[in-house]
Nanobody, 126 residues
Framework: HVQLVESGGGSVQAGESLTLSCEVSGYTSAGNCFGWFRQAPGKEREPVAGIYTGDGRTTYADSVEGRFTLSRDNAKNTVYLQMNRLRVEDTAMYYC???????????????????WGQGTQVTVST
């Protein structure tokens, strides 16, 4: 039974930082991919970042490039999303996802992922 559990969301002010965690069970993180996606109220889900755990390659959406960092700890089966210099427009529900893709640009495609967590809310205010 595959389970992804996100944590670390919260309410912060613009410019502050948060680190999201995605704890994975029932699905080895070695040699697979993980992604973060987000969805704001009234908007479509959008990609944030993806990582291929086989070699650690990462890819980011333009909107978060340079501010967010995706990493993983294979031993802990946990994926992290470090979010710095948060903006009001980063406010959304953030979802972790797991899949098997290893082509970098496809790590930002939601349909490439087979398993999803329940999400953690991030709210950024001025």
């Amino acid at each position: 039974h595959v389970q992804l559990v996100e944590s670390g969301g919260g309410s912060v002010q613009a410019g502050e930082s948060l680190t999201l965690s995605c704890e994975v069970s029932g699905y080895t993180s070695a040699g697979n991919c993980f992604g973060w996606f987000r969805q704001a109220p009234g908007k479509e889900r959008e990609p944030v970042a993806g990582i291929y755990t086989g070699d650690g390659r990462t890819t980011y959406a333009d909107s978060v490039e340079g501010r967010f960092t995706l990493s993983r700890d294979n031993a802990k089966n946990t994926v992290y999303l470090q979010m710095n210099r948060l903006r009001v427009e980063d406010t959304a529900m953030y979802y972790c996802a797991a899949g098997t893709q290893n082509i970098l640009f496809r790590l930002l495609v939601a349909n490439e992922y087979n398993y999803w967590g329940q999400g953690t809310q991030v709210t950024v205010s001025t």
